[in-house]
């Protein structure tokens, strides 16, 4: 839009943009040139392994082919949508049939061994605790949500919105859509998820930043290389996303690492002072697939989100 | 929606049988064949599964229409229509198996064996349209523009990169007062430009309430553009380049029945249900297309380009095209397989990029066009400012002829931002709730 355009071209033109979110003292970037498209394709990030380490991996962030394939066997009749047990309620839960869902069928690879969380730092494998702020934030936003579940479509998820969803950033194994294509060309870097269909444009090198008052949805990322790794540091969201309890303040470092043919290692860090008491560092292989994206649809067919809302007023009557 | 589509394959169907009526008492001729009977009988083939006949007339009239599409096979196999007769011969036996068995499931009602024959059914299509359509899947249909000089045989590395604007002032058809002129001058393309910039100023405060309240958005909100399409040196009279005289060519008699059949639904039907409101309000689809063409903002155009892709990144919906480039001519997905954007597949004509894109849904309509539209856009790098954008409409059952559009675009060095409008679209939600309130109001 016009107006806004034309707010970040005068802001640039007064230096106003330069520096007001930029790195802290980085180096200048090497030139940036992309090591022979090493990043290139499609890759599937879906996996069994969860966010946080579950309780019964106890301090054991790596563990046997053997061991991951018992946690998986249990995990996938646990969570299978095709089961007809556990008395109405559960069963219309499971309305979607398992059919619909591509969550992977295996724990993360790593040295050999199967990953138990996807988060490697804290060692623990959990996320670090809120900061007070952050748990008062959470807490009210909780209370709001109670008192005002669906007054207007903002009080429900972005998902339910078809706003946003796991394709972040940062990318998370989510029920399906779990893939990602990867393109290099002169000087950008795009990644195209098939969730959402969002194309990030990253740009390479240092170019300035718009006002720090410029929030997008997707953060304003910037690409740089660190030998064979794509570095991207995104900053400058939205209040409106909420990662695990990030807030606009959020700055989200990811790392793309080709580690051979079918494997593409990437790698998160979540650096929110005002959200977490220290910050946080998430590691998930990417694998090589020969699948095509396919177009992407939500709003078209997103019944749901005025069913709830029309539900509600009935039950205001 | 489901009504519409319903009413159009009766119609259609009406059509169909009306035709094969008279087909017998005059030779038709390959076109009205492919227009009038296969298109559409193939149509209802390949959407069996989402416009399944519901009753015994429509399972009739799909019967009917298998029949026709048999007897058109058929027709294709005389010795007067066979060109290099074995080829011919071959690809038209196709045809001949995919629509005899066709016939068949119709008759017993067999959708699961319907929805199987789609790819035999496609093949016939492609197989044939690969060795007899001319320039099928690799054409440069209708390019208009010699202006551009083809200097180079190998396509210049990262050519068409860069941040595109494509608005202007130049009509899509040409105006009355240019009738017979397919250019200006350059006295007049200033004199154009500024009486155009002037009558669209929303800032302008109308006499009449009710013009002063439609023109409530202020004109800081607009980025329509403020110059004629200009091409080395030569100012447009219109963006419609072919055919001479700049309009767009007649809707088929069937096209204009289903544009008509649905107009009729949308007065029926203006707000009964979110379907029945535009793509426009409803954030499906914009100018960003495909194809591309000027809108009141947002017009912009962001390319990246590598040997075997290329991306189109419009701002407007923040649409993502990934278009493979082909050195050698690929095939499109099934025909079953229907997108928004459709499906691209480019490649290198000199230094023009060809995107050639086929599989739309019937959900998008550009000015008339249906799922049949084979849509050829080309990319040109004119001068060092200058991005020459052209596309053709290809659709048989849609326009009498096909046509063609030249929209220059120029070089930006704006950023493109980042896009809403369903974060925002209070006004859906209004206009369904409006339409509530008045039938209560009604009753």
Avoid at chain 1, 196 to 205: K, L, S, T, W, Y
């Amino acid at each position: 839009v016009r107006g806004v355009a034309l707010a970040i071209v005068g802001a640039w033109a007064l230096g106003l943009g330069t520096g007001s979110i930029g790195a802290q003292g980085r180096a200048p970037s090497p030139t940036p040139q992309a090591p022979a498209r090493s990043l290139e394709g499609i890759w599937s990030f879906s996996t069994l392994t969860p966010l946080e380490r579950p309780a019964e991996f106890g301090d054991r962030a790596l563990v046997s082919d053997a061991e991951a394939a018992a946690w998986v066997k249990q995990n996938l009749e646990r969570n299978n949508r095709d089961r007809r047990d556990g008395g109405a309620e559960v069963d219309v839960g499971r309305a979607v049939n398992d059919y619909w869902f591509e969550r992977g069928t295996e724990l993360a690879a790593r040295d050999g061994r199967r990953m138990t969380s996807l988060i490697v730092d804290p060692p623990d494998g959990r996320l670090p605790a809120l900061t007070t702020n952050a748990r008062a934030t959470l807490a009210a936003r909780a209370a709001d949500n109670r008192a005002h579940p669906a007054d207007g479509p903002e009080n429900r998820s972005l998902q339910e919105r078809c706003l946003s969803f796991n394709a972040g950033p940062p990318m998370l194994p989510g029920p399906y859509n779990n893939y990602v294509q990867i393109l290099q060309f002169p000087g950008y870097v795009i990644i195209f998820t098939e969730m959402i269909h969002d194309a990030r444009v990253v740009p390479i090198g240092d170019r300035p930043r718009p006002p720090a008052s410029v929030r997008r949805w997707l953060g304003e990322p910037r690409g740089r290389w660190e030998g064979p790794t794509l570095v991207v540091e995104s900053a400058q969201f939205t209040a409106n996303t909420n990662l695990r309890g990030a807030d606009e303040h959020m700055r989200l470092t990811e790392r793309f690492t080709r580690i051979d043919d079918k494997i593409l290692l990437y790698e998160f860090t979540v650096d929110d002072p005002t959200a977490f008491t220290r910050p946080w560092r998430a590691m998930l292989p990417m694998r090589r697939t020969t699948d095509r994206l396919f177009e992407y649809a939500c709003h078209e067919g997103n019944y749901a989100l005025p069913d709830i809302l029309r539900g509600a007023r009935y039950q205001e009557k | 929606m489901r009504k519409a589509a319903l009413v159009t394959t009766i119609v259609v169907s009406g059509v169909v049988s009306g035709l094969s009526r008279t087909s017998s008492a005059q030779p038709q001729t390959m076109s009205d064949l492919m227009v009038q009977t296969i298109y559409p009988a193939s149509d209802a083939i390949f959407y069996i599964e989402t416009r399944t006949p519901a009753n015994d007339a429509e399972w009739a009239a799909l019967a009917g229409q298998t029949e026709a599409l048999a007897a058109a096979a058929d027709e294709l196999m005389r010795p007067n229509r066979a060109r290099a007769r074995e080829q011919w011969l071959a690809d038209g036996r196709l045809l001949v198996n995919a629509s005899g068995a066709a016939v068949a499931a119709a008759k017993a009602r067999d959708v699961p064996t319907l929805a199987s024959l789609n790819d035999a059914l496609y093949q016939s299509c492609v197989q044939c349209h690969q060795h007899y359509r001319p320039g099928y899947g690799t054409r440069a249909v209708g390019s208009q523009q010699s202006a551009v000089p083809a200097a180079s045989r190998q396509p210049p590395a990262g050519s068409l990169e860069g941040t595109w604007n494509f608005s202007t002032v130049t009509p899509l058809e040409r105006p009355a007062e240019f009738a017979g002129r397919a250019t200006m001058s350059d006295a007049e393309a200033r004199a154009y430009a500024a009486r155009v910039v002037d009558q669209r100023n929303f800032d302008r405060r109308p006499e009449s309430r009710e013009a002063d309240v439609a023109g409530a958005y202020n004109d800081a909100w607009y980025d329509r553009g403020v110059a004629v399409a200009t091409v080395a040196g030569r100012h447009q009279t219109s963006l419609v380049v072919d055919p001479p005289d700049g309009r767009i060519p007649a809707q088929t008699p069937q096209a204009q029945q289903r544009i008509a059949a649905r107009a009729a639904d949308r007065r029926q039907h203006p707000s009964d249900d979110p379907e029945d409101r535009s793509l426009g309000e409803r954030c499906l689809s914009f100018n960003a297309g495909p194809p591309m063409l000027t809108g009141p903002y947002n017009n912009y155009l962001q390319i990246f380009q590598q040997e075997a892709t290329v991306i189109l990144f419009n701002e407007m919906i923040h649409d993502a095209r990934v278009v493979p480039i082909d050195a050698t001519p690929q095939p499109h997905a099934p025909a079953a397989i229907r997108r928004w954007q459709g499906d691209s597949r480019a490649h290198w004509e000199g230094a023009t990029l060809v995107v050639d894109t086929t599989n739309f849904t019937d959900k998008t309509s550009f000015r008339g066009t249906d799922g049949n539209l084979h849509l050829v856009e080309r990319f040109t790098r004119a001068d060092a400012n200058t991005l020459l954008y052209e596309f053709t409409i290809d659709d048989p059952t849609a326009f009498t002829r096909p046509w063609t559009v030249s929209l220059p675009m120029t070089r930006s060095t704006d950023q493109v931002y980042e896009y809403a409008c369903h974060e925002g679209n209070y006004a859906l939600g209004n206009i369904l709730r409006g339409a509530r309130d008045e039938e209560r109001r009604q009753k």
